[in-house]
């Protein structure tokens, strides 16, 4: 039985940066298929003897793709499947339910802290709104990429403090926790899109407006729009009044980080009437214009994978993290009832799509691009 099989081989990595780029990578293998770990076929015996030992001058390949090959039928990669977009709102300290605020929607640092470990331990790794939307994928083979997105601008999410005269992340709120679990993990990565409504309070704390919106961006998170003063679009019946809110958000952000453009969007309520519905995407107002290459919804399901034929931004469904009440189709229910099959498993190169055979008629031919597509 062949444990290895690809369509195409384009590059034969050396053993050596195979077994390497393997052990970095952390994910290659389920939890629960350790004993899967150690066995790397060497995939490349049969090329390097004759490419080394050969007398004939060295070809040079510039063109070829450095492809990690890995072992698929341990790794199993499937780049079809689900990718996680989470949507979190607040972060405290501690939490007393009352009767207006059962606390779906809040959640501890302690246990944000937690839940990024467990994430990790469970082969999560983040990447950003812009590289999933751009099929531009790059974690390490067998691990699953998820998307953090965060609404509203709240001060447990992200705020400044002051330390020595310099402004830092509080390490109180969401964004200083990440920071501090990247730097014993950098491999978790550092991502996250922040969907702010700058005509309200927001990341309340030290430092001016566009100090804490520098921060965030400097660290290379992104910032979307969520309309100005978090407006509700479903009960807005002018066109003028929706290019406003969004628009009025827009030309703040490029005011105080010139040129910034919020490239995408989430839905405060929900969308307003068909015949509005375009402006959420497009629109301009007061001489400033913007163009949303996607919309997020307040959803309850895992997102498609980019290069699946389902995949459709600008209606991108998110799961919301789960909050000191735990409900059904949470974050935590998704991940104890998604099976891995079923999620987007990478292969490890970011210039190849794999997935399993059978599920490459999941695949939109159109959004590969120049990637190759790879079915084993
Ligand atoms: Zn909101």
């Known amino acids: 039985m062949t444990s290895f099989f690809r369509t195409k081989v384009i590059k034969i990595v050396p053993a050596i940066v195979l077994s390497l780029s393997l052990l970095l990578a952390g994910c290659n293998s389920p939890k629960s298929n350790d004993d899967l770990k150690s066995p790397v076929p060497n995939t490349s015996g ?16 510039p063109t070829l793709i450095p492809t990690p090959t890995i072992d698929v039928q341990s790794v199993k990669p499937n780049e079809a499947g689900k990718i ?12 007393t339910p009352t009767s207006y605020d059962n606390g779906e929607y809040t959640t501890t640092f302690s246990e944000f802290e937690k839940l990024l470990q467990s994430l990790y331990d469970n082969g999560y790794r983040l990447i950003s709104m812009s590289d999933y939307l751009n099929n531009n994928i790059s974690v390490p083979a067998g691990c699953i990429p998820m998307i953090f997105t965060f609404d509203d601008g709240t001060a447990g999410q992200f705020n400044l403090v002051e330390e020595n005269g310099t402004l830092k992340a509080n390490k109180k709120s969401a964004v200083g926790i990440m920071e501090e679990f990247y730097k014993k993990h950098p491999d978790f990565g550092l991502k996250g899109t922040f969907y702010v409504n700058l005509g309200n309070s927001t990341f309340e704390g030290k430092g001016t407006l566009q100090e804490r919106l520098k921060y965030l961006v400097d660290k290379g998170f992104e910032i979307g729009n969520h309309t100005y003063t978090h407006i509700n679009l ?17 030309k703040t952000i490029a005011e105080l980080i010139p040129g910034y453009k919020m490239t995408t969007f989430s839905l405060p309520y929900g969308l307003p009437s068909k015949d509005l519905q375009n402006y959420v995407i497009k629109g301009v107002y007061d001489g400033v214009e913007y163009e949303h290459a996607a919309i997020m919804e307040v959803g309850w399901d895992p997102a498609h994978s980019p290069v699946s034929k389902d995949f459709n931004p600008l209606s991108t469904h998110r799961v919301r993290a789960s909050g000191i009440n735990p409900v059904e189709c949470d974050l935590a229910w998704w991940i104890k009832n998604l ?23 999941k695949i939109d031919k159109d959004k590969l691009k120049d990637k190759e597509l790879i079915v084993y």
């Open 234 to 250: 479903k009960n807005t019946t002018s066109a003028e009044k929706i290019q406003e809110e969004i628009g009025k958000n827009q």
């Open 84 to 95: 996680m977009v989470v949507m979190f709102h607040n972060f405290v300290e501690s939490f």
């Open 46 to 61: 049969q090329d390097s003897g004759q490419a080394d030992s050969s007398s004939a001058p060295a070809t040079p390949t």
């Open 339 to 361: 099976s891995r099959g079923e999620q987007y498993v990478s292969d490890g190169n970011p210039d190849t799509i794999t997935v399993p055979a059978g599920k490459e008629d």
